[in-house]
């Protein structure tokens, strides 16, 4: 199973919105409201910004949304601020076999 | 507060066996519904997921390395065991365990705490 597809990378202004697509398959993204998106800073470890694909953990900037159509989800990051530059991976369940597919990445640059 | 520590060694030689364990507090590896799975990435690449254990044992592979991996838990020491093996240099990279919770759905809130991960090389 390949992994789910994202640009390689984004950029915007601060205060703009910008929007992360990820496309994957009938078998995963399609298929299932089990997609979460992950920041991650330079150096750090991921952190959790979205999951079943609308919902925010508990503290997280209500900035960070997320949708989907068919078999493409996305992020939408809006009021672009200097500190959301950073990488940002999607995620997908996949079923009982293959189970987990992440995506490439996408690098984000607050111009 | 739940809190993940990866542990292992940093250069391991081709061929070899490489073992990490991650080290859990603030939830039990016991409790209904918990998972705790394995991610890695390579410098400068995306995550990839490894492997994912749930409270009742039931364990999950990658497809492409199921092969070479072996996940187990100590629920006495609250830790989790990642063996895998014929390590070879694509192998290198930072290795993330990470908690997740088996709700109505596999990972359905998300893997919502990870651990601050550790660096492997693989390297004669």
């Known amino acids: 199973q390949s992994a789910l597809t994202q640009p390689a990378s984004v950029s915007g202004s601060p205060g703009q919105s910008i929007t992360i697509s990820c496309t994957g398959t009938?078998?995963?993204?399609?298929?299932?409201?089990?997609v979460s998106w992950y920041q991650q800073a330079p150096g750090k470890a991921p952190k959790l910004i979205v999951y079943e694909v609308t919902k925010r953990p508990s503290g997280v900037s209500n900035r960070f949304s997320g949708s989907k159509s068919g078999n493409t989800a996305s992020l939408t990051i809006s009021g672009l601020q200097a500190e959301d530059e950073a990488d940002y991976y999607c995620c997908s369940y996949a079923g009982r076999d293959t189970f987990l597919l992440f995506g490439g990445g996408t690098k984000l640059t607050v111009l | 507060q739940i809190t993940l520590k990866e542990s292992g060694p940093t250069v391991v030689k081709p061929t070899q066996t490489l073992t990490l364990t991650c080290t859990c507090s603030g939830f039990s590896l016991s409790t209904g519904g918990v998972g705790v799975t394995w991610i890695r990435q390579p410098p400068g690449k995306a995550l990839e997921w490894l492997a994912l254990?749930?409270?009742?044992?039931?364990?999950r592979y990658s497809p492409s390395l199921k092969s070479r991996l072996t996940i187990t838990k100590d629920t006495s020491k609250n830790q989790v065991v990642l063996t895998m093996t014929s390590m070879d240099p694509l192998d290198t990279g930072t290795y993330y365990c990470?908690?997740?919770?088996?709700?109505?759905?596999?990972?359905?809130?998300?893997?919502?705490?990870w651990g601050q991960g550790t660096t492997v090389t693989v390297s004669s």
């Open positions: 990470a908690h997740t919770i088996f709700g109505e759905f596999p990972l359905q809130y998300g893997i919502d705490v």
């Open positions: 254990i749930y409270w009742n044992d039931d364990k």
């Open positions: 009938s078998s995963d993204v399609d298929n299932y409201n089990l």
